[in-house]
């Protein structure tokens, strides 16, 4: 049995691997081309993959009979795989979900702090010794403390996220999701997302990228937002349309965003660069060793189930 895994991971995922497998890592840490695609395809009787190797439709009809019959996606988000045209292939795919959770729920919470209380644009002013000294009205930021926020996807991160605002910060949670939830803290379920994001100080997104959520905040929506509420974007980039975010922020429309996804990953737009209310993070969500350690092991669980003909563990 044959592992591809196509990226380097922590070094305690590459050496369980290969331990346990006959396992090739790959040494870029870029996404694989559609050469390589098709060599995982067909060389390899399981894949790792992860963020950015576009499993689309057209790689798997490419490949009449792979041998491939597992990708143990290393991550919880599987919008670059085409999970039913991989499914006609004969070939599963597995996802990282839980690992993920805690890591993530923090950078969003380091993403609303960050933002609302002008840490980054403060932090720049120090660094270029521009800072004079403190006074009563200097730099004014977004008070967090009891405020509301608005969570868009109340799964995994979503939840976890609203337990760090109402536990941690005394905040009134507020969620759409595609069904209401029975939770161990108050939260109101407001389905429509207009409404939602017209009513809440913090609109913080965790909904799983793909055709589904694609632009799901978009001109109307950033339209019924108020001038002080903050966008924040842990889930996927193309969640948001890129464009009409850049258009609400330059007229004011919205205060600020906290990003951690683009749209065009890794390509982040000028225009959100020279936007001081704009806090940028190349996507950290889980980035821990901790964290990849324990997505690899969850990923290696799958392929080591596969190979034995166990159920998968976390099959999507
Ligand atoms: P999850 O447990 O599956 O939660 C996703 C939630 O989104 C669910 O509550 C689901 O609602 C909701 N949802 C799905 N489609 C929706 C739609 N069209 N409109 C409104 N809500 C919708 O997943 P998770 O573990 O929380 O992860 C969420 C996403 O975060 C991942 O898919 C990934 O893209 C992203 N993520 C990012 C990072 C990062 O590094 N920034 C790290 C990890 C994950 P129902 O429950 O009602 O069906």
């Known amino acids: 049995m044959k592992l591809l895994i196509t990226r380097p991971m922590t070094d305690a995922v590459m050496e369980r691997a290969r331990t346990e497998f006959d396992a090739e890592i790959r040494k870029e840490t870029s996404p694989l081309t559609p050469d390589e695609m098709q060599r995982a395809l067909t060389e390899f009787d399981v894949v790792m993959p992860t963020l950015g190797d576009l499993f689309s439709a057209q790689v798997f009809a490419d490949v009449s009979d792979p041998r491939c019959k597992l990708l143990a996606n290393f991550g919880v988000g599987y919008n670059h795989i085409d999970v039913d045209a991989a499914s006609a292939s004969g070939i599963a795919v597995t996802n990282t979900p839980g690992a993920v959770t805690d890591a993530t729920a923090d950078i969003a919470m380091t993403l609303l702090l960050t933002t609302a209380r002008r840490v980054g644009e403060g932090e720049r002013i120090v660094r270029a010794g521009g800072w004079h000294g403190w006074h009563p009205a200097q730099m004014l930021g977004h008070h967090v403390t009891g405020k509301r926020v608005g969570i868009v996807g109340m799964g995994r991160i979503g939840q976890a996220i609203a337990r760090r605002c109402h536990f941690g910060f005394s905040m009134q949670v507020a969620y759409q999701s ?139």
């Open 178 to 316: 595609r069904s209401a939830k029975e939770l161990e803290f108050p939260a109101e379920f407001v389905p429509d997302l207009s409404a939602l994001a017209a009513s809440v100080d913090f609109l913080v997104l965790a909904v799983p990228g793909g055709a589904e959520t694609q632009h799901l905040i978009n001109a109307p929506v950033l339209e019924a937002m108020n001038p002080n509420t903050l966008l924040i974007n842990i889930a996927r980039g193309e969640v948001v349309d890129e464009a009409a975010l850049i258009a609400a922020l330059q007229s004011g429309q919205i205060a600020g965003a906290g990003l951690d996804v683009y749209e065009f990953e890794p390509k982040v737009p000028q225009a959100l660069i020279d936007m001081e209310n704009v806090t940028l993070c190349p996507h950290l969500g889980t980035a821990t060793e901790e964290v990849r350690t324990d997505m690899g092991y969850l990923a290696l669980d799958n392929v080591a189930a596969f190979i034995a003909g166990r159920a998968l563990l976390t099959p999507v």
